[in-house]
Each structure stands twice: as C-alpha cells, then as structure tokens.
C-alpha cells in the first residue's frame, strides 16, 4: 500500500495519505484545512532489505569491501 504526499495551496503544508486503491485519492481534501485544493507531490522512495533479509552480493556496487580496518 503506497503512502503519498499531498501538497495543500491553501494553506501550504504538506501530508501523507495512505492509499488503498488508486481512487482513493480523488475527492481527497487537506488533512489541515480541508481545502481540495491539493497537488501530490513526487517522492522518494526508499529500498531497503526487511529486516533480516540477506543482501545479494553485488548490491552493493562501487562500495568498498574492505573496511578500513586492519
């Protein structure tokens, strides 16, 4: 389930919104001032192994596999 963010030109501030299904964006209003006046804003992502997961060798790329430490 994606989170986007919304950015108010009513009141400038930004929110999250948790989406279930693509539709569930429209009619949406500003969690601070309920204004529809809303653009959703392109975020990053973030790509990161579960917790516990093993990294594939080479997913590290141009990353040293020394430590530095003797």
Do not use: R
Not at 7 to 23: G, R, W
């Amino acid at each position: 389930m994606p989170i986007y963010e919304f950015h108010c030109e009513e009141c400038n501030k930004d929110f999250e919104h948790l989406v279930l299904i693509a539709s569930a964006v429209d009619g949406l209003t500003c969690k601070h001032c309920n204004s529809p006046n809303i653009k959703k804003m392109i975020s990053t992502t973030s790509n990161q192994p579960a917790k516990g997961a093993a990294i594939p060798a080479g997913a590290l790329s141009g990353c040293s596999s020394s430590s530095g430490f003797s």
